[in-house]
């Protein structure tokens, strides 16, 4: 399985992948931008990496997708640095398996792969956060040695927040 970064030769696959998400919270954000016009969106994926039209309280993010089978299974979003807000609520990674694919250990190995991107970033300690509710996503982050740190409300959602120290 390779992580890469998005490209127009996903585009079908990226479809597919959000139309399986259906109604659910799609998280992490970048799966909420328009990808009618691909390029449009691949560009503004691009911007955020470099930091450009970032909307008031982001920071630079960089999206990866893993690829297996020339299918996208899962999506992960890297936060360069926190802000205060961000490390508050929020953390560096956001990601997602595809709903067909859960269940398989892909969320284990997607954090991982996430992990090892933001520590060749120079980032530690990394800051990782999941609704309380989400035990797949709290067992990806415990598994890649995520130690819980504390838990906040964040509107009617508790969100528990884990420390991965990297020393």
């Not at 109604?23 to 930091?51: A, H």
């Not at 997708?65 to 802000?83: D, K």
């Not at 859960?102 to 190995?109: D, E, K, P, Q, V």
């Amino acid at each position: 399985m390779n992580l890469v970064l998005p490209s127009i030769e996903y585009q079908y696959s990226y479809h597919s992948y959000i139309n399986e998400l259906g109604n659910e919270e799609r998280y992490p954000f970048v799966l909420d931008f328009d990808y009618q016009d691909f390029d449009t969106y691949l560009t503004k994926v691009k911007d955020f990496s470099q930091g450009i039209n970032l909307p008031n309280g982001y920071v630079p993010s960089s999206t990866f997708w893993l690829i297996h089978h020339n299918e996208i299974v899962g999506v992960t979003n890297l936060r360069h640095y926190l802000n205060d807000q961000i490390k508050h609520c929020g953390g560096h990674i956001g990601l997602s398996i595809r709903p067909s694919k859960r269940g398989t250990g892909l969320g284990i190995l997607l954090m991982k792969r996430s992990i090892e991107k933001l520590h060749s970033m120079g980032n530690n300690p990394l800051h990782i956060h999941c609704y309380q509710d989400n035990i797949a996503s709290e067992r990806a982050i415990v598994s890649n040695g995520g130690v819980f740190d504390s838990a906040i409300q964040s509107g009617s959602q508790v969100v528990k927040r884990f420390i991965i120290d990297l020393t």
